[in-house]
């Protein structure tokens, strides 16, 4: 009968092997990892994140001054024979429709760089503006409009559901 020690002493021969292996195993496992994460990058990235950071302040105020106009937009999007449309239906903080204004929006798209988009709005109704527009892709997107009127300015987004 062969103790523990006579066994330990004749099989140790494959260890380095199994430590190298191991080696191999992760060396492929990271490679893989690496190539999957660089085929699936969107290249989206925050450009100036440092000055985006020194502006905050002045994105608050801008968030409150909006707030103080009391106006209130509701946003409606159909997909049409021709695309899509997009529909705001602006109201002040009587309730009164807000006409004349001019409204200009651009849409984004949260997931993939390249396929941004600006449209204009066109007053076809009270408080009622509309824009037709082809999106490139179905799917989310960041609506970020701005109306102005009479010196005042109402800037905000929306997250949309486009269907193809």
Known sequence: MMGAKAWLMRGDRWIPGLIVLGFI????????????????????????????????????A???????????????????????EAELVLTDADGAPIDGAIVVGRFVRPTHEGYDFNVDFNQVGAGRYRTAFQAPLPGQWDLRFEIARGGEIYRAAERLRLSP
Request: aromatic share 8%.
């Open 62 to 84: 801008q968030a409150e001054a909006r707030d103080a106009l009391g106006w209130t937009v509701d946003i409606a999007t159909n997909t049409t024979a021709d695309g899509h």
């Open 25 to 60: 195993v992760m060396i492929i496992a990271n490679g893989t990892m690496v190539w999957i994460a660089l085929g699936t990058w969107t290249g989206l990235t925050t450009d100036e994140s440092y000055n985006r950071g020194l502006a905050y302040n002045e994105t608050i």
